[in-house]
Structures are given as C-alpha cells and as structure tokens.
C-alpha cells in the first residue's frame, strides 16, 4: 500500500449496484485530507475512497450521492475522483460534493487511475470503487468492520448487485 501509514489496509468493495445507466485541485488535496485524519476518532480508521472515471459524468453524479449517504463517520473518509482524461467536464460533477476531490491521470486506463488515487490517498484504508457504482449506506461501515474483525485480514471484497439500465432489455 502507498499510504504513508505502515497498517495500511485495503477495502476493495462493490457491495454497491453496478450497471446504473472541476472538484479542488490535487494542491488542496493534502490540506483537506489532513484536515479529515486530524478530526477522525482515534478508535476509528480513516479512508480513502478512490474512484476513476472515465466520460460518465451521470453515474459518478450517482456514485457521489450514494458516497455523502454513508453511516460512517463522513469526518473519517475522504473521495478522490480520478479524471482518467475524459472529454466531459468531470469537475462540473466533483464540485458539487464537498467531500470529494479531483485528481487527473492523462495516461489512459483504470488501473493507472487507480494508482494515482493511492498515491494521494491519505487513509488508513483504501477503497475502491468505480463510478458506475451506487455504494449502499453501510458500504463503509460494514467494509470496515469486516477488514478489521480479525488480524491479518488485508482484503475484503463485497456483493456485487447487476442493474440492467433498461429493464425491457437485460
């Protein structure tokens, strides 16, 4: 893990709907994410959630709602959306939601994206997920508490519920 933390773990979670149909600048990037760990519970692990994206404005705007609807701490996470070079105004999205913020990767491909998101990513845990997802509200909660129930647990993934965008036409 790239996280300045050594216990840094990863939560790897789509326990979200998938298949649904500029934000502050990587140079505020540091400040709000010390600003989240400085007020985070001691008991509580921060997170970073990184998300890439790719020309899909509409399912990130879902994704974000679904993201500020969490039962964890909201002053315990952090969203970092990649721009993986999209053609659509992706801050017009990000600007939107006070918890997330923008980061920009050129060099196409999600994976690549994801990188960079950890290599800002300030948590104690990684998230990921994709913008095309709807997190449920205990997302966070469960993923957490289920990557921290026994020792040496680095992984956890969750249950991946497909949504036709058309009903008529799976």
């Not at 540091?30 to 600003?35: A, G, I, W, Y």
């Not at 990130?60 to 053609?87: F, G």
């Not at 449920?136 to 020792?151: A, D, F, I, M, N």
């Amino acid at each position: 893990c790239q996280s300045p933390k050594s216990n840094c773990r990863r939560l790897y979670l789509h326990s979200a709907t998938a298949g649904q149909g500029m934000g502050k600048s990587t140079s505020l990037l540091q400040d709000l994410s010390t600003n989240i760990m400085s007020i985070c519970p001691s008991q509580t692990p921060a997170v970073s959630i990184i998300i890439p994206v790719f020309n899909d404005n509409k399912s990130l705007e879902i994704c974000l709602l679904a993201l500020t609807k969490q039962t964890y701490p909201k002053q315990c996470y952090e969203i970092i959306v990649i721009d993986n070079n999209s053609q659509e105004d992706v801050s017009l999205v990000v600007n939107r939601f006070e918890q997330a913020t923008l980061v920009h990767e050129p060099q196409p491909g999600s994976y690549i994206a994801r990188n960079r998101g950890l290599s800002v990513a300030k948590g104690d845990i990684i998230a990921f997920t994709d913008a095309d997802c709807m997190p449920t509200p205990t997302w966070l909660e469960h993923g957490v508490s289920k990557l921290l129930s026994q020792p040496n647990v680095g992984l956890v993934a969750g249950h991946i519920d497909l949504v036709a965008q058309d009903a008529n036409n799976p």
